[in-house]
């Protein structure tokens, strides 16, 4: 049984986070530098099977592709090349990381811990993987109907 994962990439930090074994909970794994991402997940990948990514997309409020979209496309672009078994989807990143300062207040961070853009960007992919896990949830839910 694989996990899955969800990526929330950007030019300086990209913000991982996976489900447990059993798919139910989604869990920050960490934030890593862009340039280090795929060293990062060579040696996570040889010690966990992932069997879903999940990517998140940038749009803009009128449902366009936001200016970071096209990063987004060359990771994509590169993760298919090296992990061509893994499927890839998309889920809306919109307002992911207002969401996610509003958690990290919420859940009583210190302010000195809250402006570390990593944190920020590892509560962001969480919550893409939990918006993932909900629609999918729910997709399924309305085919049994």
């Known amino acids: 049984m694989g996990r899955i ?25 960490t934030t890593v ?6 060293g990062f997940l060579d040696a996570y990948f040889l010690e966990e099977n992932v ?10 409020m009128n449902n366009q592709d936001s200016e970071s979209f096209s990063f ?12 061509s078994n893994i499927p890839i989807v998309y889920e809306d990143e919109r307002f992911t990381s207002k969401i996610a300062a509003q958690t990290l207040v919420t859940g009583g961070m210190k302010k000195k811990d809250r402006q570390k853009k990593e944190n920020l960007d590892m ?11 909900e629609r999918m949830t729910l997709t399924n839910e309305r085919e049994k109907e």
């Open 5 to 29: 994962m969800a990526i929330d990439y950007g030019q300086k930090r990209v913000g991982i986070a996976v489900t447990d074994p059993l798919k139910l909970i989604a869990n920050g794994l």
């Open 33 to 38: 530098m862009t340039h280090e991402v795929f």
């Open 51 to 60: 069997e879903t990514l999940v990517l998140g997309y940038p749009k803009q």
């Open 72 to 83: 987004v496309k060359q990771f994509e672009t590169a993760f298919r090349r090296k992990y």
């Open 123 to 133: 509560v962001s992919a969480t919550i893409i993987l939990q918006s993932y896990m």
